[in-house]
């Protein structure tokens, strides 16, 4: 693509890891083109601005972007602190969208409908390594535009593909005509949108710390509106881990939350479903009924909302024109699939990783961040910020950079790689229980007997960093 150097490079979205690598670019003397669908920066983590994560500030502002940042003057934070969401957008995204070398190159409000190259099909064969990228996509009027690069990053995110209620990984009946009275994600129930929800019998469904950040938050709404009913439905009965090891895990904030929830459950405020299938819902008044089938045994409530935190998914309709090697059931560049799969992996270990697992057939092009996690729920930002180094450095020309690992992930009491299960679930080389299938799953076994204040069974070892699972 030597002929293609003056040409930008396409960034797709402005998010932590769009706007990272956008900085990484711009150390390396190379213009990025960022494309965010949102009105600013950081647009997704503005439905979640009121969650406080997990992880302290070092684990959150990349390298590259800091440099960026304190030649503008910014103060940093303290980086031992949790931010909110919006503390995250405030005090970080924003600055950052602000300096002039990524803001005189960003476009907002700009949906990008298709990625393809320019004068070439998918079948297309001929000079398809050395023709540009081109983008297309509707400006915040309406307007179609289009732009041309050398090469591309989808760092668009899952955020806005989240899966559906059935547990076939479709929509079950009724589920898209009820889109009033079902929320996807993390809703601010206890702050901003607390009138949805004072007073009413809420369903929440999901087996994360994003469904705990759900229920803890209706507890708040229940101590001023006692009517309040909350219902737990766990797709799969996992509970165990998830009430986690309190004061003895080293993310403190995630140990609280799930002690937290466990006391809710004991005392009867909230009532839990698991495992819970459901099977359809149906408008009842002003009411939702749900059919479900809770072990195995037909069930039915009737409550007034629903709140689903069952994950996301990557939208791959824009990137149809281009030759992508996905693996088929993670969604994920074939050779990350493996390193990521919570089918394989029972603690969720992610090991550092770059351009190599990121490459497409498609030469130039590169899914990062969160969406190319696919369906793998294990995404950690840090992560993210080194793919984007990587990629960054391999578009410069400096291979030997490229393929170095930049990223040192310290110790979080997660289990160490090889922990795959065998045929008969028992854990080959943990210390015991299914593979989890959430980023913050810990191996069973270790979280029981932190639950009991003991040290547990001595598989943590430095596997991740902390997770941006949202905390309360």
Not at 317 to 337: G, K, Q
Request: glycine share 12%; net charge negative; hydrophobic share 40%.
């Amino acid at each position: 693509m030597e002929q293609n150097s003056e040409l930008p490079v396409g960034v797709i979205g402005a998010g932590p890891v769009g706007l990272a690598a956008a900085a990484h670019l711009i150390a390396r003397g190379i213009r990025p083109m960022i494309l965010e669908k949102g009105p600013s920066a950081g647009s997704s983590l503005r439905d979640w601005s009121h969650v406080r994560v997990f992880s302290p500030w070092r684990y959150i502002i990349d390298s590259s972007a800091a440099a960026l940042l304190s030649a503008a003057g910014w103060k940093e934070p303290d980086m031992e602190a949790l931010p909110t969401g919006d503390e995250i957008i405030t005090r970080y995204l924003k600055p950052l969208a602000g300096v002039p070398q990524i803001s005189v190159n960003t476009v907002y409000g700009a949906t990008v409908t298709s990625v393809t190259r320019q004068g070439l099909d998918k079948l297309s064969d001929g000079g398809r390594g050395q023709a540009p990228f081109v983008i297309r996509f509707e400006d915040a009027d309406g307007n179609e535009r289009r732009i041309t690069a050398r090469a591309v990053l989808d760092a668009s995110g899952t955020w806005d593909s989240p899966n559906p209620l059935g547990i076939d990984g479709l929509p079950v009946p009724c589920e898209r005509q009820l889109t009033d009275k079902i929320t996807y994600g993390i809703p601010d129930v206890s702050g901003r949108n607390r009138a949805d929800y004072a007073g009413a019998t809420v369903l929440v469904v999901g087996s994360g710390h994003s469904a705990i950040n759900a229920v803890v938050g209706l507890m708040e709404v229940q101590e001023h509106a006692p009517q309040t009913r909350v219902l737990w439905g766990l797709r799969r009965n996992r509970m165990e881990r998830l009430l986690g090891g309190g004061l003895n895990d080293q993310l403190p904030a995630r140990g609280n939350l799930g002690l937290a929830a466990s006391r809710a459950i004991e005392s009867g405020r909230v009532q839990l479903l698991a495992p819970l299938a459901i099977q359809s819902l149906r408008r009842s008044g002003d009411r939702v009924e749900v059919e479900a089938l809770q072990d195995g045994v037909p069930v039915r409530v009737t409550v007034d909302r629903i709140i689903v935190t069952t994950g996301s998914r990557p939208n791959l309709d824009i990137l149809r024109e281009l030759r992508l090697d996905l693996d088929p059931a993670v969604e994920a560049p074939r050779l990350l699939a493996p390193m990521i799969d919570p089918n394989v992996h029972s603690c969720g270990t992610v090991p550092p990783h770059g351009v190599m697992e990121l490459m497409q057939p498609e030469r130039g092009f590169f899914i990062v961040g969160s969406k190319s996690y696919g369906r793998a729920p294990t995404f950690l930002m840090a992560t993210g910020y080194e793919q984007v180094r990587s990629v960054a450095a391999e578009l410069a020309g400096d291979v030997k950079a490229a393929r170095e690992v930049h990223l040192v992930l310290p110790e979080t009491g997660v289990c160490s790689a090889g922990n795959a299960s065998d045929q008969s679930g028992s854990s080959a080389g943990c210390c015991g229980g299914p593979a989890p299938i959430e980023a913050e799953a810990c191996c069973q076994a270790d979280l029981a007997a932190k639950a009991e204040g003991k040290s547990g069974c001595g598989c943590g070892s430095t596997a991740k960093e902390p997770s941006l699972e949202p905390a309360e």
